[in-house]
């Protein structure tokens, strides 16, 4: 299938949240840190929207790269989000999790990768297939 999931629950964290810098960081030239605003900032409030729904899976594979999401990211999933065209979906297929592009015509759908090496996926009625959430949020590690 091409890219394979673990998939996690998030962990009820009780916390203020971490230190929050609200200058914006520039990528170009410094910018003076003596004037900066310092708060809290929760990573639960800022990437998930319905605790109940929401879940994480960490990629493993290569299919898409073209759309940011390489291997060993953290994906945030919502399963509240309705399934449409042009969303990157996790997908249950013919008995396997995978991640792909949502291409919705009419009562056809494609999963479409983000890496021209792997083929576009017709699904049929042949095929055990759910979609089972929306990625919404990227994690990296740098």
């Known amino acids: 299938m091409?890219?394979?999931?673990?998939?996690?629950?998030?962990?009820?964290?009780?916390?203020?949240?971490?230190v929050y810098i609200d200058t914006?960081?520039?990528?170009?030239?410094?910018?003076?840190?003596?004037?900066?605003?310092?708060?809290?900032?929760?990573?639960?409030?800022?990437?998930?929207?319905?605790?109940?729904?929401t879940f994480f899976a960490r990629v493993s594979g290569q299919s898409m790269i073209g759309a940011g999401l390489d291997d060993n990211d953290l994906l945030v999933i919502d399963r509240?989000?309705?399934?449409?065209n042009n969303k990157i979906a996790v997908c249950f297929l013919d008995g396997e999790f995978t991640v792909k592009r949502l291409?919705?015509?009419?009562p056809e759908v494609w999963l479409q990768p983000e890496n021209p090496d792997y083929p576009?996926?017709?699904?049929t009625p042949?095929?055990?297939?759910?979609?089972w959430g929306i990625v919404t949020n990227v994690i990296k590690r740098v």
């Open 2 to 18: 091409s890219i394979k999931l673990t998939i996690f629950s998030p962990k009820n964290i009780e916390s203020e949240g971490a």
């Open 24 to 53: 914006g960081i520039s990528a170009g030239f410094p910018s003076p840190a003596d004037d900066f605003n310092e708060s809290k900032i929760s990573l639960d409030e800022e990437l998930i929207r319905n605790k109940d729904e």
């Open 80 to 84: 509240s989000i309705p399934p449409t």
């Open 103 to 106: 291409r919705v015509d009419g």
């Open 120 to 123: 576009i996926i017709k699904i």
């Open 126 to 131: 042949e095929n055990n297939f759910l979609i």
